[in-house]
């Protein structure tokens, strides 16, 4: 039973660009969170969906953006990046729109912007 | 807003010690009340809960009761192992709400 999935492992940018981080959420979960971790900090949440729509949004700005498919993984973008975006970033899955059930994280994505 | 607050660290054990990581938290209502891990180069992962007050969560030999008095959840272990290093994330979820909100993380490390 595979678990949360996320790609790329690592990511290396630059100030400016754009970039798309994926997930692919546990089997039987419907429900996708995002999280940003900066070193040496607890994760903040980003947002959620369920059933392809942005449910809740934590204090993040609107560079932050993201989607889910039909069946049921998401992408999270984020444009125009800043040296402070470097963080890892966290997937977590669950079912019953996350309010529930507990949520079940990736391994992450390691983002570094030059 | 939600907040949790755990104690520094990093916490420092020689192997078969008693562990306590101390959280507590700020929220409105009844949250529900999570403990997760984090392994070196690794996500998160859950490591117990519990949902009402005076609940008892525990899992691979750590408990933690939800103690609504003292707004605490407090982490136990009677006897930590080397494998137990790890940093240990103490997290809240308000009714209703589909956000975690983490405290910052206490790293521990046991010596042989």
């Known amino acids: 039973d595979a678990g949360v999935t996320q790609s790329p492992t690592h990511l290396i940018k630059t100030r400016g660009q754009q970039v798309t981080l994926r997930c692919s959420p546990k089997?039987?979960?419907?429900?996708v969170s995002w999280y940003q971790q900066a070193l040496g900090q607890g994760p903040q949440f980003i947002f959620q969906?369920?059933?392809?729509?942005?449910?809740q949004r934590g204090n993040f700005p609107d560079r932050f953006s993201g989607h889910q498919f039909p069946n049921y993984s998401s992408e999270l973008n984020v444009n125009a990046l800043l040296l402070g975006d470097s963080a890892l970033y966290l997937c977590?899955?669950?079912?019953?729109?996350?309010?529930?059930?507990?949520?079940?994280f990736g391994d992450g994505t390691r983002l570094s912007i030059l | 807003g939600d907040s949790v607050t755990q104690m520094e660290g990093p916490v420092t054990l020689s192997e078969e010690a008693f562990l306590t990581i101390n959280c507590t938290y700020t929220?409105?209502?009844?949250?529900?009340l999570f403990w997760y891990v984090q392994y070196p180069g690794e996500g998160l992962q859950l490591l117990l809960k519990?949902?009402?007050?005076?609940d008892k969560g525990s899992n691979k030999g750590f408990e933690a009761t939800y103690r609504k008095e003292t707004t605490s959840f407090h982490l136990e272990k009677g006897s930590v192992q080397v494998s137990d290093s790890a940093v240990y994330f103490c997290?809240?979820?308000?009714?209703?709400?589909?956000?975690?909100?983490f405290g910052s993380g206490t790293r521990l490390q046991v010596q042989p």
């Open positions: 977590a899955s669950s079912s019953g729109q996350g309010m529930v059930q507990p949520q079940h």
């Open positions: 089997s039987g979960h419907d429900t």
């Open positions: 969906y369920y059933e392809e729509e942005e449910r």
């Open positions: 929220a409105t209502g009844y949250p529900s």
């Open positions: 519990a949902t009402k007050a005076d």
């Open positions: 997290a809240l979820r308000r009714t209703g709400r589909r956000a975690l909100t």
